[in-house]
């Protein structure tokens, strides 16, 4: 089986801008995340106006891209629909996490930038896009078609892989080689 590799990320984008049916097709995919107890905590902002896509780096300065790509997604924590207090972080994670997987598999380019827990850009986030108060905006995910060609990396290391325990046992696993070898 072949390893996962991961596109490098995307900080220049054409001018094309994405379909509804792309759009529909990664936030399928972020709500195809798991989450604790199935609470699915999440919320979406699809963020395709200029004038709003503009004023993002104002509050994510190294999110300058995000006024020249086509759109961005921003995934929000809904407070008021935790079931499992605390791990709604988690589940926006996840749905950030499957956004990204899902652009990659549509040819798309994207890059993550995160908001919570740092108040400020949550606050200011909050106000530019009119969200209320119990729902705290997680992660941005803009999104578009690469501008130019991207090469694949794989980041595999099996130094940060340990079988049974941390340190102490023997750490390679019962059948007794590395899944790293072949």
């Given amino acids: 089986m072949e390893p996962m590799?991961?596109?490098?990320?995307?900080?220049?984008?054409?001018?094309?801008?994405?379909?509804?049916e792309a759009l529909r097709a990664l936030l399928a995919s972020a709500m195809a995340a798991p989450s604790a107890g199935d609470e699915?905590?999440?919320?979406?902002?699809?963020?395709?106006a200029t004038a709003i896509r503009a004023r993002i780096p104002d509050i994510l300065p190294e999110a300058?891209?995000?006024?020249r790509a086509p759109a961005a997604i921003l995934c929000c924590g809904d407070l008021t629909?935790?079931?499992?207090?605390?791990?709604?972080?988690?589940?926006?994670?996840?749905?950030?996490?499957?956004?990204?997987?899902?652009?990659?598999?549509?040819g798309l380019g994207a890059i993550w930038h995160g908001i919570h827990p740092l108040q400020g850009r949550v606050q200011r986030m909050r106000a530019l896009l009119c969200i209320p108060a119990h729902v705290v905006p997680f992660a941005l995910v803009v999104l578009g078609r690469p501008a130019?060609?991207?090469?694949?990396?794989?980041?595999?290391?099996?130094?940060r892989?340990?079988?049974?325990?941390?340190?102490?046992?023997?750490?390679?696993?019962?059948?007794g080689r590395s899944p790293w070898t072949p």
Wanted: charged share 25%; proline share 6%.
């Fill in 161 to 175: 892989v340990h079988y049974d325990a941390w340190q102490g046992r023997d750490e390679t696993p019962a059948e």
């Fill in 64 to 67: 300058e891209m995000a006024a």
């Fill in 81 to 106: 629909l935790q079931k499992h207090v605390g791990f709604w972080e988690q589940a926006c994670a996840a749905a950030a996490e499957n956004i990204l997987v899902e652009a990659e598999r549509l």
């Fill in 148 to 159: 130019q060609a991207r090469q694949p990396r794989q980041r595999i290391d099996p130094a």
């Fill in 5 to 20: 590799v991961s596109a490098s990320t995307v900080r220049e984008y054409t001018e094309e801008p994405l379909s509804g």
């Fill in 40 to 48: 699915r905590p999440w919320h979406f902002v699809v963020i395709r």
